[in-house]
């Protein structure tokens, strides 16, 4: 996969990019990240990105010039052919379309990926309307640019590039996995993932940490009684913690059977 990072702030990217998986991918080839600097795009002695708003209003716009120039200069395939080349121009901003696990499954499958991060007061729509094909945002609050929204996605995509985690299928055993393999015909197996849900808690050695223990269960070998435990905390969870997600979740006859057991 190649990812593109368009920002006024480049150098924010040396720690982002240079730990953990993402560092692991770029070494191994999976994944090309490269940072444009907006600003080489800007074409005044002073470098100009932004301008103020036409209307009035507080703070400053990034102007579509340097963005347009920068992602044309990219050489990426017109919004009509991005599906067909498998690409996608990602526009970061707060009043996006909210980034979840599904979307970052949709991003992992594209060949390129390119994300602008806004700043200031916002980008001139136009980016939004004409060049950019996906608006995100990475959660209902407002950060002070797309730089952090960016580092988000780019770690969680990455991940999911096929070779890029040990052990690939743990990226399928993890909270809001849509994917599911049957458990005897009987749903999602919560040894394998969330179903959409939470995922259930974890615990390792030592089984007794300062008088607290680890569900004995877990240590049974019962590999039945593992399964129903699991998913049992892990719609407990998700109901305390994200009750929104058990609503709109496909549960089977056993979760419900589960979820009255609590």
């Known amino acids: 996969m190649k990812i593109d990072i368009v920002t006024i702030f480049p150098e924010f990217f040396c720690g982002p990019l ?6 692991r991918a770029r070494e191994a080839g999976l994944a090309t990240i490269e940072v444009h600097d907006l600003r080489a795009f800007a074409r005044d002695r002073h470098k100009t990105v932004d301008d ?10 990034l102007k579509p010039e340097p963005i347009f120039e920068c992602i044309e200069g990219l050489k990426v395939a017109s919004r009509e052919g991005r599906n067909e080349s ?5 526009l970061l901003s707060a009043q996006g379309k909210r980034f ?23 980008i001139d729509e136009r980016v939004g309307q004409y060049l950019a094909d996906r608006e995100l945002s990475i959660g ?4 002070s640019g797309g730089e952090l929204g960016a580092a988000v ?19 399928q055993q993890e909270s809001f996995t849509t ?4 458990h005897n015909g009987e749903g999602p197996s919560s040894t394998c993932t969330s179903g959409g849900l939470l995922d259930y808690p974890h615990y390792t050695r030592p089984a007794d940490f300062r008088g607290m223990e680890v569900p ?20 407990e969870k998700t109901l305390r913690n994200r009750p929104d997600l058990l609503e709109r979740a496909e549960l089977s006859d056993e979760d419900r059977e589960l979820l009255g057991e609590r």
């Open 86 to 90: 498998r690409e996608s121009v990602v």
């Open 18 to 23: 240079d730990h953990g998986i993402t560092r």
């Open 52 to 61: 103020r708003p036409f209307g009035g209003g507080e703070g400053m716009v």
């Open 140 to 143: 209902d609050y407002v950060l």
């Open 100 to 122: 979840d696990q599904s979307v970052a499954n949709e991003l992992a499958a594209l060949e390129r990926i390119v994300l602008i991060c806004g700043r200031y007061e916002g």
């Open 179 to 182: 994917s599911s393999r049957a």
């Open 216 to 235: 004995e269960v877990l240590a049974s070998g019962n590999h039945e009684e593992i399964r129903r435990w699991r998913r049992r905390s892990a719609l």
């Open 153 to 171: 996605i780019v770690d969680c995509v990455t991940r999911l590039i096929p070779g890029a985690v040990g052990n690939q299928a743990s990226t």
